[in-house]
């Protein structure tokens, strides 16, 4: 079995940016700033055949390049629930267009459609019992935050490793925008 998940990679200024957020919410554990991502859709467990389908659909995607706005900063989950720490992105079109084309060529492999709604953002930390007035005092002190806009011309298929300190991602292969119909 392979873990995999579809993902826009974040250049290295954003990456700087991004990390320079960190700290402040006691127990949070942070990304790594080179693991930083946003994902277009996590696929998870597939056997390893499954996985050579999934190359051939994603490479079968084509829309346009664009560029990409990072915008504020939120949490997924409230109060001692709250579990990510997150920095979101400035509505864009284009964006949902190639998330949807994405999730459109996965389907057509064979895999289960995402029933949640797509909500892009780049995870900064996850978060297990965190003292609520810190996140708060977090959310409170960046919510201003925006980088970009940033080129977005390809698409990456990322295997997950799971670990002890983490998950680590590792790039199986890129697909170029660029190529819409």
């Not at 579809?6 to 790594?32: C, F, H, K, N």
């Not at 051939?56 to 997924?76: C, H, I, K, N, Q």
């Not at 609520?132 to 997950?160: C, I, K, N």
Request: with cysteine; net charge neutral; hydrophobic share 45%.
């Amino acid at each position: 079995m392979i873990r995999l998940f579809v993902a826009l990679d974040v250049t290295e200024e954003i990456r700087q940016r991004l990390a320079g957020l960190s700290g402040g919410v006691p127990g949070a554990r942070w990304m790594d700033p080179a693991s930083l991502h946003l994902t277009l859709r996590f696929i998870g467990e597939v056997p390893e055949d499954q996985a050579f389908d999934i190359d051939e659909a994603l490479a079968g995607v084509r829309a346009p390049p664009f560029a990409l706005t990072l915008d504020g900063v939120g949490v997924f989950g409230s109060g001692r629930r709250a579990r990510v720490l997150w920095a979101g992105v400035e509505r864009n079109e284009a964006l949902n267009h190639l998330q949807a084309k994405v999730e459109s060529a996965l389907v057509r492999c064979g895999l289960p459609a995402e029933e949640r709604k797509f909500s892009p953002h780049v995870t900064l930390a996850r978060l297990k019992d965190p003292p609520q007035d810190r996140v708060a005092r977090f959310l409170g002190e960046r919510g201003l935050f925006r980088a970009g806009p940033m080129a977005v011309d390809h698409l990456t298929l990322y295997r997950s490793h799971l670990g002890n300190g983490g998950s680590v991602y590792e790039a199986l292969r890129a697909y170029p925008l660029g190529r819409e119909p």
